[in-house]
């Protein structure tokens, strides 16, 4: 039969769009959180990182924004490329005073020509 | 430096076999964290060394799973017997501080047939 397995959300975007790709926390307490994307076959990559005294931090064609109020975290994509295809993680540190970090469960961002 | 370095990057092996997971984490990192990631849970995290000791080990999914960091460059993961249900692949990571990003190997896809 059919397996039954995590159906990631998608974002389907054409190339030179600029891209949000969101992403809900769960824990009030946590004080960082990071960006990873992940390519086909390869570990989770920092994109980029913001800690909770922020609300936003830019980087090279991303911005991470944070609203702590509603534990919500974005990520924009300026003028995204074919390259950019690939699986967006956001991770919080937990607040433990230790390193762990909690991943969500990823979107897939698609990128036509 | 390298990188995070995992082996094997493939490992296919029969029900109830040992199988043993390598990690060699960025020189000069002192926190090292073993993840899970499937289709269905997504990326977990298994257990966390600071200092080449285990610090938290909640994660880990039963007492089939071990894992040992004997020195600062080397980790295992060890799956005694292992199971169908542990296919997935096993990332390493590792990290210097507290509250910065983790930077992941490229990980192993084990399949236990």
């Known amino acids: 039969g059919e397996s039954v397995g995590l159906h990631l959300p998608t974002l389907s975007v054409q190339e030179g769009d600029n891209s949000i790709i969101n992403c809900a926390y769960s824990?009030?307490?946590?004080?960082?959180f990071i960006w990873y994307k992940q390519e086909s076959g390869k570990g989770p990559q920092f994109i980029i990182d913001?800690?909770?005294?922020?609300d936003k931090r830019q980087g090279q064609r991303v911005t991470v924004l944070l609203n702590k109020t509603v534990k919500h975290l974005s990520l924009q994509i300026a003028a995204t490329q074919p390259g950019d295809s690939a699986v967006y993680f956001c991770?919080?540190?937990?607040?433990?005073?230790?390193?762990?970090?909690?991943f969500g469960k990823g979107t897939m961002l698609l990128v036509s020509p | 430096d390298a990188g995070v370095i995992q082996s094997p990057r493939h490992e296919v092996t029969e029900m109830g076999q040992e199988v043993t997971l390598r990690c060699k984490p960025i020189?000069?990192?002192?926190?090292l964290f073993w993840y899970r990631q499937t289709m269905m849970r997504g990326l977990e995290l298994l257990i966390y060394?600071?200092?080449?000791?285990?610090?938290?080990d909640s994660g880990m999914p039963e007492d089939r799973f071990s894992a040992k960091m004997p020195n600062a460059s080397f980790s295992t993961l060890k799956i005694q017997p292992s199971e169908p249900r542990d296919s997935a692949v096993y990332f390493c990571?590792?990290?210097?501080?507290?509250?910065?990003?983790?930077?992941f190997g490229q990980g192993t896809r084990l399949t236990v047939v």
């Open positions: 020189s000069g990192h002192n926190s």
């Open positions: 990571a590792s990290n210097s501080d507290m509250n910065t990003e983790a930077f």
């Open positions: 991770a919080e540190n937990m607040g433990s005073g230790y390193s762990t970090l909690t």
């Open positions: 060394f600071n200092n080449n000791v285990p610090i938290d």
């Open positions: 913001i800690r909770s005294n922020m």
């Open positions: 824990n009030s307490a946590s004080d960082y």
